[in-house]
């Protein structure tokens, strides 16, 4: 068993604070909330829960390239587009904006895209703010699964800061040859344009094959809760876990260690 | 647009470039520790040619690192069901990229160092190598 950890996180905290029992698990249905503070002001979204659907929209409008001018190599990543309109999409409302007539934004038309865009790519890089746990923690070895560690970013209490879930746990049945050779085929598939030799490589995404891959090897999660109950299901895990949070697992499933040796 | 994992003669350059990138590798950190680059007149020009050649876009490097894993599965006869036909036909050109290698670098017959044809010991273990082929 792993003892998940939370504490709020923002600019100005600098340690844990003081965190009601209920968000001790990782609640994942009910609104999302998001907050920061931009130029010490704190600002508050309030989002629908994110679905399987908006995700793979999201996924979808990232954009990875690369191409090579002479010895040097550029890349091009873009998630703030399909951020952005990830965040217009879902955005149910927002807190934090004082108009000068002292009227609320949120009951003018159209109200979501008056948002400025530093906002919302804020909003939407919280939104997916999930990665593979990088403490030193005590890491046991099941040879019958294999377990992967996430921290995340989810939920506010305090205006201007995130909830800060740490050490999510995702139990998977060891991947297959067959596994490891469709996450590497898929890593490889690409497209070039504008000639073999000075092209541009466009990478497609594969966070479709990432979520398949977790639904078929999936066991357990700890940390996470649905309507307030521990998720523990698989078939439950499948369909309510985060699409994020599952793509971010496979990918550290996968992913090869940084090896130490003196 | 061009599939990368169908254009195989794009596979087979970039799979022979991967190849003499290893084979260097070792060479050029060797050299890059014994270089002076402070007092290196034309340390850039050095540099410059020290930098691995790739001639085709970064995608083709990606596949083939792909197919070298799936070569490397396939010798291990680990259970894998039917190959793709870009599968094999990458797996293809990576053999002819080898094929192409061995001809241009034979085996050390000691150690295995692939080394230039016409050098009288190897590069790697020191031994001496036959003036046709390798010990």
């Known amino acids: 068993m792993r003892n998940v950890q939370f504490e709020e996180i923002g600019a100005d905290t600098g340690g844990e604070a003081a965190v009601p029992p209920s968000a001790q698990l990782l609640e994942l249905t009910g609104k999302r909330v998001v907050s920061f503070k931009d130029r010490g002001q704190a600002i508050t979204f309030f989002f629908r829960r994110l679905t399987a659907a908006d995700w793979q929209k999201f996924f979808a409008g990232c954009v990875f390239e690369t191409e090579r001018i002479g010895a040097t190599q550029t890349r091009r990543i873009d998630h703030r587009t399909a951020g952005m309109e990830l965040v217009e999409s879902a955005l149910l409302d927002a807190v934090g904006y004082?108009?000068?007539?002292?009227?609320?934004?949120?009951?003018?038309?159209?109200?979501?895209?008056?948002?400025?865009?530093?906002?919302?790519?804020?909003?939407?890089?919280?939104?997916?703010k999930v990665s593979e746990s990088q403490d030193?923690?005590?890491?046991?070895?099941?040879?019958?699964?294999?377990?992967?560690?996430?921290?995340?970013?989810?939920?506010?209490?305090?205006?201007?800061?995130?909830?800060?879930?740490?050490g999510l746990v995702h139990r998977f049945t060891p991947p297959t040859a067959e596994h490891e050779r469709k996450y590497n085929r898929a890593s490889s598939e690409a497209r070039v344009v504008g000639g073999s030799r000075a092209g541009r490589t466009i990478y497609p995404g594969r966070q479709e094959l990432l979520i398949a891959i977790y639904d078929q090897l999936i066991i357990t999660v700890e940390g996470y809760s649905v309507n307030g109950k521990p998720l523990e299901d698989p078939k439950e895990i499948r369909s309510e876990m985060d699409a994020a949070h599952k793509v971010t697992a496979v990918q550290a499933l996968f992913a090869v260690p940084e090896v130490e040796s003196e | 647009m061009i599939v990368v994992s169908r254009d195989y003669e794009g596979l087979r350059i970039a799979a022979m470039e991967l190849l003499e990138e290893q084979r260097t590798s070792r060479d050029q950190e060797l050299r890059f520790r014994n270089l002076d680059l402070a007092n290196t007149a034309n340390a850039d020009a050095v540099l410059e040619q020290m930098a691995h050649k790739r001639t085709v876009s970064d995608g083709y490097y990606m596949r083939v690192r792909y197919l070298f894993w799936l070569e490397g599965m396939l010798k291990l006869n680990a259970v894998l069901p039917e190959l793709q036909v870009n599968e094999a036909e990458g797996l293809e050109a990576v053999s002819a990229a080898r094929n192409e290698f061995r001809s241009k670098y034979p085996p050390c017959g000691r150690c295995g160092f692939p080394n230039h044809k016409f050098i009288p010991r190897c590069a790697e273990c020191g031994a001496e190598l036959a003036p046709k082929g390798r010990t």
């Open chain 1, 98 to 128: 004082k108009l000068r007539d002292g009227a609320d934004l949120t009951a003018l038309p159209s109200w979501q895209k008056r948002i400025p865009a530093g906002h919302k790519v804020a909003a939407a890089e919280l939104l997916q």
């Open chain 1, 136 to 166: 030193d923690v005590e890491r046991w070895f099941d040879p019958e699964a294999q377990e992967v560690y996430l921290d995340a970013a989810w939920g506010s209490e305090t205006p201007g800061k995130m909830m800060k879930y740490s």
